[in-house]
């Protein structure tokens, strides 16, 4: 008997959690839909992120697409996926080096540097 009101009480609870969610999927969707009937004139409550425009190529390798745009010597968003984890990885590389103490092999890590290091990994 316990675990019949058990369930009944766990069907009820799933009951209004179906509900609860049901009602928050259509008040949103009408929020997003601007008819007025969810009130607040269509403003969402979160913003869209903006995607910024992708440069125009990537600094090392001079490919125009990639998945990924991300930071390298020059700043945020100027190296393509392939040539920005390289650039991590060879900052890592340094980081670790000094921290033991040791003299990093690599002093500097510039773009010209970073070309170098893409066509010996080829």
Same mark, same amino acid.
Request: charged share 30%; hydrophobic share 30%.
């Given at each position: ?37 969810? =009130? ?6 979160? !913003? @869209? #992120?903006?995607? *910024?425009?992708?440069? $125009?190529?990537?600094? +090392? ?22 040539? =920005? ?6 900052? !890592? @590389? #340094?980081?670790? *080096?000094?921290?033991? $103490?040791?003299?990093? +092999? ?17």
């Amino acid at each position: 008997m316990a675990q019949d009101q058990d369930r009944s009480m766990a069907e009820a609870d799933m009951e209004l959690i179906r509900t609860k969610r049901a009602l928050t999927t259509m008040a949103a969707a009408a929020a997003l839909g601007g008819n007025g009937s969810g =009130g607040g004139g269509g403003k969402n409550k979160y !913003r @869209k #992120r903006s995607r *910024a425009t992708p440069p $125009g190529k990537c600094h +090392s390798c001079n490919i125009r697409e990639t998945p990924e745009w991300r930071r390298g010597p020059d700043g945020a968003r100027t190296l393509c996926n392939a040539c =920005g984890l390289h650039y991590a990885k060879l900052v !890592r @590389k #340094r980081e670790k *080096a000094l921290a033991n $103490g040791e003299s990093p +092999s690599i002093q500097r890590i510039d773009m010209e540097m970073l070309r170098a290091s893409a066509r010996a990994a080829d």
